[in-house]
């Protein structure tokens, strides 16, 4: 059993930044990989970008450049720092927690229903 909960979101404008937290409870392992995610109402969840308890680390194209994962074990905490946000950056983000090895963080990233584990989500609102 894991435990997750978000904090850090809020509203800024664009161009500004944010850092999103995630801390984490329960059965994390150096095998546990951890990612964030954000949803728009009415779309599908999307992947943001992922970590491996090893330290290999994925992004997905719309974050690339803008945001940087990271972790720190001693803490069981995970963090999303998002720099130059942009109004279709408005949505709630989520951490997720998947306590098994995964080979493949891209196609974790694609594949959001694989992660057994789940915050609560912090919203991130950006205005122009």
């Known amino acids: 059993q894991v435990v997750l909960v978000e904090s850090g979101g809020g509203s800024v404008q664009a161009g500004g930044s944010l850092k999103l937290s995630c801390t984490a409870s329960g059965s994390i392992t150096d095998r546990t990989s951890m990612a964030w995610f954000r949803q728009i109402p009415g779309k599908e969840r999307e992947g943001i970008a992922a970590?491996?308890?090893?330290?290999?680390?994925t992004y997905t194209d719309s974050a690339r450049g803008r945001f940087t994962i990271s972790q720190d074990n001693a803490k069981n905490t995970l963090y999303l720092q998002m720099f130059s946000l942009k109004p279709e950056d408005t949505a709630m983000y989520y951490c997720a927690a998947d306590p098994s090895w995964r080979p493949s963080l891209r196609q974790a990233l694609l594949n959001p229903a694989s992660f057994p584990y789940w915050g609560q989500g912090t919203q991130v609102t950006v205005s122009s």
């Open positions: 970590i491996r308890g090893d330290g290999i680390l």
